[in-house]
């Protein structure tokens, strides 16, 4: 049974900087594509980044670029995302999703239940 478990959102100040982690089980995250994805309240759901298979070609969209890195340890099994330089429009829910990862349109098969970020001014 896949299951994705975010952890490390919290609330920081602009400019601040917070490591969101996510735990996979059921599978093997170097042997699928994987993505972080965010919604803010009423907005639509958007792909941040992504890596392919084994980890290869990171992928960012462009309001993320130079402050966002995607990461993951295939000993813990755990994908990473990095977030440095944080401002207000960053304020959302972020998920973690695996399985045929395409940023956009934000779509996979396998979704975690999200972690909040707030980024106050």
């Known amino acids: 049974q896949v299951q994705l478990v975010e952890s490390g959102g919290g609330s920081v100040q602009s400019g601040g900087s917070l490591r969101l982690a996510c735990a996979a089980s059921?599978?093997?995250?170097?042997?699928?594509?994987m993505g972080w994805f965010r919604q803010a309240p009423g907005n639509e759901r958007e792909g941040v980044a992504s890596v392919r298979i084994g980890g290869l070609d990171p992928y960012y969209v462009d309001s993320v670029k130079g402050r966002f890195t995607i990461s993951r340890d295939g000993a813990k099994n755990t994908l990473y995302l990095q977030m440095n330089n944080l401002k207000p429009e960053d304020t959302a829910m972020y998920y973690c999703a695996a399985g045929s990862v395409t940023l956009t349109p934000p779509t996979a098969v396998y979704w975690g239940q999200g972690t909040q970020v707030t980024v106050s001014s």
């Open positions: 059921g599978f093997t995250i170097t042997h699928s594509s």
